[in-house]
């Protein structure tokens, strides 16, 4: 494995900083409170931290409506505490990734105020100013184009309208926004996750989307038209080339792009003879039906469609989007981290995952995300899945000695780092093995997935590499089901309790059970 870059056997963990650890009582989560908890990561075996937008904000958008792109904001810290967060995961022998956010600024940037001052301004066409707006939306509902008084014309912003979108066929965003790669990676940042990466070109003739002949009413009001011309357009590519091209100039960096489209459209961001991102961030299981034929669909098309030489990457969760937990039980919360931990490629997990971490409730009047507050009622509001880590069971949950600014949700009591620590067979302790089964089995990262099949609602496949054969067996279903398989032995099982048990010919798998077997 020595000679496979590191970010291709990485397990990558997602802080939400606003989320994880607050050191000072503010009730937010800051850098010296991500300092505070990095041995818990050390001890759980990830190899990488990608924290979302540390910079100064608004927080219209909760840090991804930047202000400055090269700074910390006062909530998170200083330049100072991130360079001892910095040293500190370094120390341990762990990555850092940070957040990116190219398509847009805040509307206070002051790239933006000088921008929006006169149409004579030499920043005029650094954003997307035009006389009259086309149909295109904001993907957080309503126009995407803002009507600016002081000037008498509109601006676009694929999101919210105190995120205007940045020109990026403008050379001197392109020149600045690359400098401000550099800025990062000097300071010895070893990557960068990409916001929105699919969006940052839009059409030179601004062309009217079509309709989307597929929306419903109760769907998302953004889904009532085709995002044809204001994403994935032909030019991205070159950009996103270029944008690598920067973190090239600096060894072992990794571009990691957030694109949400179909999977062959996905792989095109590895980019022509794979000069584009390292990882287009891959987010079927995000979407998937969760059965076994689903599961198995997902992991063929997928295999079927990457390019020869490009990275797999597979995601459970992020902060966008309803956590694993919620979406599919806690049992087979479970069987999803064994189906993670044993895929090919780099894995990202989402703070929270590894103890089981649901949604919280959020009350109407709770409610912080503008995303929820511009469409309510569509189950767009992300702050559910953004809620404080729960470290223990006390009322603020070891996550502040203040008032946490977005709540525990009811389960924390029972749902905390303290308790899973204490029960031997608790999730906590299945992610901790299974990261561990994944360092020490190379198949489990190298090998293509082999022989994937169903079996009633039993996925199945094997990784095979160099003699070692391991073959995963995971029960999506509630039925018990005994299978004919090799003989072997028990690596790992989702219940913890059946570790080093031989299987002769065939293999009783309990209802919402997951097996690693390697075979003789
Ligand atoms: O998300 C982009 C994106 O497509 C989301 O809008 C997603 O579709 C939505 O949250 C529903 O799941 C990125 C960031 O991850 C998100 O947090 C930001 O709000 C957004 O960009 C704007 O920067
Ligand atoms: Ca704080």
Same mark, same amino acid.
Request: aromatic share 10%; with cysteine; net charge negative.
């Given at each position: ?64 409506d930047v ?35 190219p398509n847009h600024t805040s509307n206070q940037h002051p790239w933006f105020l000088e921008s929006r001052s006169s149409r004579e301004s030499l920043k005029r066409d650094w954003y997307l100013w035009r006389n009259?707006p086309?149909?295109w ?7 995407g184009w803002e009507y600016d008084?002081t000037t008498?014309q509109y601006y676009y912003h694929s999101f919210l309208k105190e995120q205007p979108d940045l020109n990026w066929r403008n050379?001197a965003v392109k020149?600045t926004m ?22 940052m070109i839009k059409?030179?003739?601004f ?84 059965? $076994? ?119 924390? $009591? ?107």
């Amino acid at each position: 494995m020595q000679k496979l870059s590191w970010w291709k056997h990485a397990v990558i963990y997602e802080i939400y900083p606003r989320s994880f650890q607050d050191s000072n009582g503010d009730g937010i989560g800051d850098l010296n409170g991500i300092i505070e908890r990095l041995d818990y990561l050390v001890r759980l075996g990830v190899d990488a931290v990608w924290i979302s937008p540390i910079y100064p904000s608004p927080m219209a958008d909760f840090g991804y409506d930047v202000a400055d792109y090269c700074n910390v904001d006062p909530i998170f810290g200083t330049l100072e505490t991130f360079h001892q967060l910095l040293s500190e995961v370094h120390r341990r022998g762990m990555k850092m990734i940070l957040d990116f956010v190219p398509n847009h600024t805040s509307n206070q940037h002051p790239w933006f105020l000088e921008s929006r001052s006169s149409r004579e301004s030499l920043k005029r066409d650094w954003y997307l100013w035009r006389n009259e707006p086309n149909n295109w939306l904001s993907n957080f509902g309503g126009s995407g184009w803002e009507y600016d008084e002081t000037t008498g014309q509109y601006y676009y912003h694929s999101f919210l309208k105190e995120q205007p979108d940045l020109n990026w066929r403008n050379p001197a965003v392109k020149k600045t926004m690359f400098d401000v790669l550099r800025f990062w990676l000097r300071r010895g940042v070893d990557g960068f996750r990409v916001d929105v990466m699919w969006m940052m070109i839009k059409d030179d003739q601004f062309r009217d989307n079509p309709f989307n002949p597929g929306y419903r009413l109760g769907q998302p009001s953004n889904s009532r038209l085709l995002p044809l011309y204001n994403s994935d357009r032909a030019e991205v590519h070159e950009l996103v080339s270029e944008m690598r091209s920067v973190v090239d100039e600096f060894p072992e960096r990794v571009l990691i792009g957030e694109i949400y489209l179909p999977v062959q459209q996905l792989m095109t961001y590895y980019g022509r003879d794979l000069t584009g991102a390292h990882l287009p961030f891959n987010f079927l299981l995000l979407q998937c039906a969760w059965n $076994a034929q689903s599961i198995a669909q997902v992991l063929s098309d997928y295999q079927r469609a990457l390019p020869q030489g490009a990275w797999p990457n597979w995601v459970l969760g992020n902060h966008d989007n309803a956590r694993i937990a919620t979406r599919i039980g806690l049992r087979q919360a479970r069987v999803a981290a064994m189906l993670l931990l044993t895929l090919p490629g780099t894995l990202t997990m989402y703070y929270g995952e590894e103890i089981g971490m649901t949604n919280a409730p959020i009350s109407p009047d709770q409610v912080l995300d503008n995303a929820e507050k511009n469409e309510p009622g569509l189950g767009l509001g992300r702050d559910p899945e953004r809620t404080p880590m729960p470290w223990d069971g006390s009322t603020t949950g070891g996550f502040t000695t203040g008032w946490p600014w977005l709540p525990l949700g009811d389960k924390h $009591a029972i749902v905390n780092v303290a308790a899973m620590e204490q029960n031997s067979d608790s999730i906590l302790h299945l992610y901790r093995k299974l990261i561990d089964l994944r360092r020490n089995r190379k198949s489990l990262v190298n090998a293509a997935l082999s022989e994937v099949s169903t079996e009633k609602n039993v996925l199945r496949y094997m990784r095979v590499e160099e003699g070692e054969r391991l073959l995963v067996l995971l029960n999506i279903g509630l039925d018990p089901i005994t299978l004919s398989i090799e003989s072997g032995i028990i690596l790992a099982s989702t219940s913890l309790d059946r570790d080093g048990e031989r299987i002769t010919s065939s293999v009783q798998i309990n209802a919402a059970e997951g097996l690693v077997i390697e075979l003789d």
